[in-house]
């Protein structure tokens, strides 16, 4: 355990992320152009320098500063130990310093295989080009006791919006100097983490819009693509997790889940089975696959995951149905040159959960135009697909490319 850096941003996304979304077969998606603000928690070493705005713009935030931290002390009940400093930015300097730099890109590279051999964006799509353009949305962001502000983005004199993302930003403030978080070891895990994190922050920004006169509306899952809602899941679901255990045992109940956090997105989404000690399994492989293979990349992926998959080519309903009844996942991606295996061990709450799931990745597999070769073997251009169900655990394996490749695959993985 260890304290993490809390570096934590604000965006602003205008439009509806319609860019990813001539790809989904699903009609269900309402292409709405919605504001939303939300938040992003990335790690960097701010080295940002104090621009020179004018005086009277710096004054404003600093009285508002003033304001909304007496009002998050009296309010979430605790006092900050030091001086909170504001960097006032522009958003050429944070697209120059904050943006591509940020991404380890060895990392998004495999993502990017994940996601495009899960069917959740299509072949041509770029990540990297998708992940660095979120910079350009930057409204504010915390590291250790300073809050940095966007100039363009963050208006003092708009007294509720401004107020309400210092609220948020200064519980990231508190969080850093009171709390501590372990380093997630999966993606499945940090989402959760974040969820904890954002969610803490956002309910009591909402707290602070409400008692001054305002609503805060809170980003839906159904208004993104499923990349992008895999992106927002902290400030979808963290807010009604922690408002869930606010509800029933006030913020001293909100401080002690800091002590056990949600190690899960399934245990985010619902909060009744997290109250209840319910905690998932992990998964593992009993063998390494050899024969020149390497192993790039272990994780566990987790019932929203799995949920946006098959969103992307399914229905909203049918997605949430067969996502739920997850209990742990391991996936792992190997290299051989240009070759790629993933095989993904998926454990289910019981047999029918296990068939329900499996049923519904059949039909996206239909969806997607692949073609079922022989029993339980599909076949896309690029890749093939296998699916064995036992009892309450389900392997997908996927090997590109098709072909031979598959059946030496195959048999360097059987049985683990
Ligand atoms: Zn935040």
């Known amino acids: 355990m260890r304290t993490r850096e809390w570096v934590v941003l604000i965006i602003v996304i205008a439009a509806a992320f319609s860019f990813t979304f ?143 993302i210092l609220a948020h930003e200064l519980m990231h403030v508190l969080q850093g100097e009171y709390f501590e978080l372990p380093e997630p070891a999966t993606s499945d895990e940090r989402d959760a983490l974040n969820a904890l994190v954002e969610g803490d922050a956002d309910l009591l920004s909402a707290h602070y819009i409400s008692e001054h006169g305002g609503v805060k509306s809170n980003p839906l899952e159904s208004y993104f693509d499923p990349l992008t809602a895999l992106w927002l899941f902290p400030y979808t679901y963290g807010k009604p997790f922690v408002e869930y255990v606010y509800e029933k045992e006030g913020w001293s109940g909100v401080n002690a889940l800091y002590e056990n956090p949600p190690r899960s997105t399934a245990e985010v989404l619902h909060p009744e089975k997290y109250l209840e000690g319910w905690r998932p399994l992990k998964p593992s492989f009993s ?68 068939k329900e799931f ?25 890749e093939v697909i296998s699916i064995k169900a036992s009892g309450t655990e389900v392997l997908i394996e996927i090997v590109s490319p098709p072909g031979e490749m598959m059946k030496e695959a195959v048999e360097a993985a059987s049985p683990s």
């Open 22 to 164: 001539s790809y989904f077969s699903s009609l269900y998606y309402h292409q709405t152009t919605k504001t939303v603000t939300v938040t992003e928690t990335i790690e960097l070493t701010p080295t940002a320098t104090t621009l020179t705005p004018d005086e009277e713009y710096r004054e404003s935030v600093q009285k508002l500063l003033q304001d909304v931290m007496k009002w998050v002390e009296s309010h979430r009940g605790l006092r900050f130990k030091e001086e909170v400093d504001v960097v006032i930015l522009t958003k050429e300097w944070v697209i120059e310093h904050w943006g591509i730099g940020f991404l380890n890109l060895t990392e998004v590279r495999l993502e990017e295989k994940i996601l495009k051999s899960l069917f959740i964006i299509p072949r041509d799509f770029n990540l990297t080009k998708f992940k660095a353009g979120r910079a350009g949305y930057l409204i504010a962001a915390s590291a250790g006791n300073k809050i940095y502000i966007v100039k363009e983005a963050f208006n003092p004199n708009e007294r509720l919006r401004a107020g309400g």
């Open 287 to 354: 063998s390494k696959i050899g024969n020149g293979w390497k192993l790039m990349m272990q994780d566990t992926l987790g019932e929203y995951f799995i949920r946006e998959m098959l969103r992307a080519h399914l229905s909203f309903f049918a997605a949430n149905e067969s996502a739920e009844g997850w209990r742990g996942d391991v996936i792992q991606l190997y290299e051989k040159g240009e070759a790629y295996l993933i095989r993904w061990k998926i454990v289910w709450e019981n047999r029918e959960e296990a």
């Open 358 to 382: 499996t049923d519904a990745f059949r039909e996206l597999l239909q969806k997607v135009g692949a073609n079922e070769t022989s029993t339980n073997i599909w076949t896309t251009a690029t």
